[in-house]
């Protein structure tokens, strides 16, 4: 499948503060996307999903915004505290019986300053 | 419920040896996935598994096969290990393979070959 990337390899924000992580991706074929956590030594933590049929799906403290017209997908953060210091991963599949797989893009580092 | 679980969680192969990895998905879920993470990166599909079959296959050598039990249990193989195959070995399980249906991953196998 085509590659899913991020915008930004590290992001700095301040305890308390909301954070946003940027995902761009280019197969528009996708319809499933994922945001994991992943701490140092780690797998993937789930966190949120959301479907194509989807712009909006919120959880606790997180929200997954998903824009097809310009393949665009964040998760934001409210309040960050400093356990949400990690590498967060957006992932893509299609409807294709999941048979490629996610495909993941680099990842982002979420720092939460004190 | 237990998640995901792998084993062994740690190990290091000299060059040309071989490997199996284990992995036992969530209760209930059909599917298992593998993927390769190298430090720095995301995690790259290796192969899925649904009902005992192979649904999928990243883009890897045939070094690298699997195969999935009755009991839904996975193993994957790795042949003629080349220093390159260090990284963290990822298992994930789904209910079966269709997208939507939420991916969970386990805390991977770390493997050096030296």
Redesign the interface.
């Known amino acids: 499948g085509e590659s899913v990337g991020l915008h930004l390899p590290t992001l700095s924000v301040q305890e308390g503060d909301n954070s946003i992580i940027n995902c761009a991706y280019s197969n528009s074929a996708s319809?499933?996307f994922?945001w994991?956590k992943q701490e140092s030594g780690?797998?993937?933590?789930?966190i949120i999903?959301i479907?194509s049929n989807m712009d909006k799906r919120q959880g606790q403290r997180v929200t997954v915004l998903l824009n097809k017209t310009v393949k665009h997908l964040s998760l934001q953060i409210a309040a960050t505290q400093p356990g949400d210091s990690a590498v967060y991963?957006c992932?893509e599949?299609?409807?294709?019986?999941?048979?490629?797989?996610?495909?993941?893009?680099?990842?982002t580092h979420l720092i939460i300053q004190p | 419920d237990a998640g995901v679980t792998q084993s062994p969680t740690h190990l290091i192969k000299t060059r040309g040896q071989h490997v199996t990895l284990r992995c036992s998905p969530i209760s209930g879920h059909k599917s298992v996935s593998w993927y390769q993470q190298v430090l720095g990166q995301g995690p790259q599909f290796i192969f899925q598994y649904y009902e005992k079959e192979e649904r999928g296959r990243g883009n890897f050598p045939d070094r690298f096969s699997a195969r999935q039990f009755p009991n839904y249990s996975s193993e994957l193989n790795v042949n003629a290990l080349l220093l390159g195959d260090s990284a963290l070995y990822l298992c994930a399980s789904s209910r079966d393979p269709r997208s939507g249906n939420t991916i969970y991953f386990g805390e991977g196998s770390w493997l050096t070959v030296v």
């Open positions: 319809d499933y994922i994991y780690k797998g993937p933590q789930f999903d479907r991963f992932a599949t299609d409807s294709g019986g999941g048979a490629d797989g996610l495909t993941f893009g680099k990842g």
